[in-house]
């Protein structure tokens, strides 16, 4: 019988930890016991979890110091920084593996940041902990890997066209009540009919966090900490799903036809562009599903060797919970 493994999720009852849960199923993630953890004010709900038809309903615990005294294996963190930086620790040392989806550790030096079809060679770098990327570094990784590896990447101009489930629940109940018109109390303006170009705090030098944590963690995931990138986050009015418009300056000179026969064999990648058939990535299509979109391909006649690119994913799953989960299965592969 193959080995199966204690796993654990902190942050269960959020979106981003039902998701966990939901792929762990999907992908039949060999799970022996599987603990939920959360707030005080979260537990003893229950959670149910299917696994081989059989459906349990889990208990939720009070996320503790010693929540990790169980011989847990693998612990899936969906929680607010502050907290995985108290906790992922004491899991760690505790001899858990620890996948966090925060940013708290993205930008360690000693903490992998890692999409398996880019860069799951780090790892085998992991000290206890590994870094799950922002949502939208994700995809973006994925889109530029094939293109860097084949011509080689000079500079990268994006701009992001972020979900309201970027903001979890909490967003999703703003789009709605804003629909009815009643005022915003997740984004500080209405996002109903209306587009947000501010995502996380600004910085001094008017980037937002979310902003630099895109620019930060690509550099890093693509192994080329010179890279030349600018970005800029805007949050829509769309339930699920972020959409992402790349200027992409190649090294090389390139063929349209060849380009797009390179990221046609990427891994995780579905290439979706006919004009003739108006085809092309919108959230409609990502969301609920497990590809990068990739398509709108094609030259920019201002800048020599550039292209124009428009990506789409669904934020929840391959720009969260199902590249954490991705993660686990290559730790086990």
Known sequence: MSRRYNCAIAGATGMVGRNFIRILEERAFPVNELYLFASARSAGCTIPFRQNEIVKELTVEALTPESFNKNIDFALFAVENHISREYAPIAAAAGCIVVDNSSAWRMDENVPLVVPEVNGADIKQHKGIIANPNCCAAPAVIALKPLQEKYGLERVVISTYQSVSGAGNEGIAD???????????????????????????????????????????????????????????????????????????????????????????????????????????????????????????????????????????????????????????????
């Open 175 to 333: 789009l709605q009540n804003g629909i009815n018109g009643q005022p915003p109390r997740c984004f500080p303006h209405a996002i109903a009919n209306n587009i947000i170009p501010h995502i996380d705090r600004f910085n001094d030098d008017g980037y937002t966090g979310e902003e630099t944590k895109i620019m930060q963690e690509i550099r890093k995931m693509l192994h080329q900490p010179d890279l030349r990138i600018t970005a800029t986050a805007a949050r829509v009015p769309v339930a699920y799903g972020h959409s992402l418009s790349m200027n992409i300056n190649l090294k090389k000179p390139f063929s349209l036809d060849e380009l797009r026969g390179t990221i046609k064999k990427a891994p995780g990648v579905k290439l979706f562009d006919s004009a003739e058939a108006f085809e092309y990535p919108m959230p409609l299509h990502a969301a609920g599903t497990d590809e990068v979109y990739i398509g709108r391909l094609r030259r920019d006649e201002s800048s020599e060797n550039t292209l124009n690119m428009w990506v789409v994913t669904d934020n929840t799953r391959k720009g969260a919970a199902l590249n954490a989960v991705q993660i686990l299965e290559a730790l086990i592969g």
